[in-house]
């Protein structure tokens, strides 16, 4: 499933340009390597890793899970609760990684979807530069929320007052000094806020706090 359409490297193609590709892919074996049709397989081993047979129309033939604490952005997700990727990139200090696991080469037919995409994977790698790109996310707030972004290894740096003009994403904790006007204004300029708890009584954009439930936790409506 493409889940950031804006994406360069996948903008103009949707989830059924990535299923039913051309010709079969060659990358793995065709054929499962069990001799014996009849054994008795555990369950994951019958509908996971057990019998393979055939490669026609493939798209990848091994895509990752999502890490769960890292910097790796997916491009592509599928696969169970979309927590499947085969296509990732990482910005990591003054460069970018891409790991690309779809399979592009050596199949036994061509492949519009996949040859557009090894040229625009090339020259996406190849034009990137850290200037190009907006700056990381910013952090406006107190010590609770810079341990869950640290937690979760977000790439951010420690903003004090107001939101700086390149950033495109907020991330707003305890105590953050930005008063609701300029988020609003940040907000119709195409940037992303992400409000972490403990959240205020008031939040942004008029959103209040209040009883829900017979539990009368409070939560957001």
Not at 110 to 118: F, H, K, L
Not at 170 to 187: M, Q, Y
Request: charged share 25%.
């Amino acid at each position: 499933m493409a889940t950031q359409r804006s994406h360069p490297l996948i903008a103009g193609f949707d989830g059924e340009d990535f299923r039913d590709w051309r010709g079969a892919s060659t990358l793995v074996p065709s054929r499962s390597e069990l001799k014996d049709p009849n054994i008795d397989l555990p369950y994951n081993e019958r509908y996971g890793d057990g019998w393979h047979w055939g490669n026609r129309g493939s798209v990848s033939s091994c895509i990752i899970e999502k890490p769960h604490f890292s910097g790796w952005t997916p491009i592509l997700e599928q696969e169970f609760d979309l927590a499947f990727s085969a296509l990732l990139e990482l910005r990591y200090s003054q460069g970018l990684v891409i790991l690309n696991m779809l399979d592009m080469e050596d199949r036994s037919g061509r492949e519009p979807v996949a040859e557009t995409m090894m040229l625009r994977i090339l020259e996406y790698a190849a034009g990137w530069s850290r200037q190009s790109a907006k700056t990381e996310a910013v952090y406006l707030g107190g010590a609770d929320g810079e341990a869950i972004l640290s937690e979760i290894g977000l790439a951010y740096t420690k903003g004090a007052h107001g939101i700086p003009a390149d950033t495109g994403v907020v991330v707003l904790g305890e105590n953050a000094r930005v008063g609701t006007r300029e988020l609003e204004a940040f907000v119709e300029k195409g940037g992303n806020i992400v409000v972490l708890p403990p959240w205020p009584q008031e939040l942004p954009f008029g959103l209040k706090l209040g009883p829900v439930g017979a539990t009368g936790e409070d939560m957001p409506y």
